[in-house]
T-cell receptor, first 112, second 114 residues
Framework: RKEVEQDPGPFNVPEGATVAFNCTYSNSASQSFFWYRQDCRKEPKLLMSVYSSGNEDGRFTAQLNRASQYISLLIRDSKLSDSATYLCVVSRGSGNTGKLIFGQGTTLQVKP | DGGITQSPKYLFRKEGQNVTLSCEQNLNHDAMYWYRQDPGQGLRLIYYSQIVNDFQKGDIAEGYSVSREKKESFPLTVTSAQKNPTAFYLC?????????????FGPGTRLTVL
């Protein structure tokens, strides 16, 4: 089993649609959670951190379910510019190593 | 402007050659990381350093070497012992040392072995 699993997609949606990505992780000791965005042939960039209570940033909402070891990202009112690969990222464990585990990413294609 | 720079952007290497990828940051970050990304795969950790003059192997360190003589710099050498070096190499940094915190990435170096 992969440490961080994502549905690779691609998700093809029309502009204005709402789309949700899911991610599961295997290490119950993980403490930090993130969503990164990666454009084609570019470096990953932080989209948002994920907090236990859930958090929202504009059209983006992230949720964490520690009991199920499940993270989600919801994008509302999709824009063409949202087309990218979204990486689910989880810390290695409770130790303070600074090490992260990256999922393989979910590709989103927003169409006019 | 603060940030992370990597050079070169593209690098071509003949089999049997060692090459060194540059990574410099002016964010005053303590920790620095090297990752490798292959098509359709997640990032895999090669080496990381939490403080100057100290570094640790990541998950796929074989065939690679690093140094951390200055806080700002964390060069990666891809040696001839690395069997499949063609990949996208990403350097990242974070603060503070010893904590899991947000990592910021440089623009990457695409290495192709001819």
């Amino acid at each position: 089993r992969k440490e961080v699993e994502q549905d690779p997609g691609p998700f093809n949606v029309p502009e204005g649609a709402t789309v949700a990505f899911n991610c599961t992780y295997s290490n119950s000791a993980s403490q930090s959670f993130f969503w990164y965005r990666q454009d084609c042939r570019k470096e990953p960039k932080l989209l948002m951190s994920v907090y236990s209570s859930g958090n929202e940033d504009g059209r983006f909402t992230a949720q964490l379910n520690r009991a199920s070891q499940y993270i989600s990202l919801l994008i509302r009112d999709s824009k063409l510019s949202d087309s990218a690969t979204y990486l689910c990222v989880v810390s290695r464990g409770s130790g303070n190593t600074g090490k992260l585990i990256f999922g393989q990413g979910t590709t989103l294609q927003v169409k006019p | 402007d603060g940030g992370i720079t990597q050079s070169p952007k593209y690098l071509f290497r003949k089999e049997g050659q060692n090459v060194t990828l540059s990574c410099e940051q002016n964010l005053n970050h303590d920790a620095m990381y090297w990752y490798r990304q292959d098509p359709g795969q997640g990032l895999r950790l090669i080496y990381y350093s939490q403080i100057v003059n100290d570094f640790q192997k990541g998950d796929i360190a074989e065939g690679y070497s690093v140094s951390r003589e200055k806080k700002e710099s964390f060069p990666l050498t891809v040696t001839s012992a690395q069997k499949n070096p063609t990949a996208f190499y990403l350097c990242a940094s974070s603060i503070p040392a010893g904590r899991t915190d947000t990592q910021y990435f440089g623009p990457g170096t695409r290495l192709t072995v001819l």
